[in-house]
């Protein structure tokens, strides 16, 4: 499977740009809707804002760093997916309007802490790097430049497959939050 840079690329900025918009939507509410939750199990809106900070502190350093450390050139136009990262997308990417459940690792579980609307302006600050970043992307080779994951220091993904896990997982935490105003 092959998949053009440039519609890789845009396709992303889309998604980031419709997190942003949501994300500011979510600054109109009060604080007790951001921390409303429809069951004790769910996370509240600031939970999951709250949690994409948490892989934002790890995957944006990541890819900066890589993306100003290798001299990999992008002519490439195509981004070829690894097996794992292409895995690892397929279990953030929302399918059918369907969003699979999985357990968030320990460090990256936002559950109980005092959250405040400053949540959401750390959030819109990491879309801003994240929209420069992917801009830059344009320009690197998406299938050379490995990335560390957060899960483990021994496995690396291409960095396409890293901003497509980045993103999607965003994403899906997004519409997770919008269900709980709607």
């Known amino acids: 499977m092959q ?14 740009e419709k997190a942003t918009i949501a994300v500011k939507k ?22 999951c804002i709250e949690h994409l900070n948490l892989y934002g502190d790890f995957y944006l350093p990541e890819i900066q760093k890589q993306l100003l450390e290798t001299t990999s ?9 690894g097996v794992i990262g292409n895995y690892f997308t397929g279990l953030m990417k929302i399918k059918n309007g369907e969003i699979k459940k ?3 690792p320990k460090d ?8 405040t609307i ?10 801003q790097l994240l929209q420069s970043l ?16 957060s899960l483990s220091k021994f496995i690396q993904l291409r960095l396409g497959d890293t901003l497509r896990f980045y993103v999607y997982h965003i994403e899906r935490h997004i519409v997770q939050a919008e269900k709980i105003i709607a």
């Open 3 to 16: 998949i053009n840079k440039e519609q890789l690329i845009a396709e992303l900025l889309s998604l980031t």
């Open 26 to 47: 979510f600054k109109t509410l009060d604080i007790t809707q951001l921390n409303l939750k429809n069951t004790p199990q769910q996370w509240s809106i600031l939970e």
């Open 73 to 81: 050139n992008g002519d490439s136009p195509v981004f070829k997916p």
């Open 102 to 104: 999985i357990n968030s």
């Open 108 to 115: 990256k579980n936002p559950v109980n802490l005092a959250l």
């Open 118 to 127: 400053t949540t959401l302006d750390r959030f819109l600050k990491q879309e």
């Open 134 to 149: 992917l801009k830059q992307a344009l320009t690197a080779d998406l299938t050379k430049i490995k990335t560390a994951i």
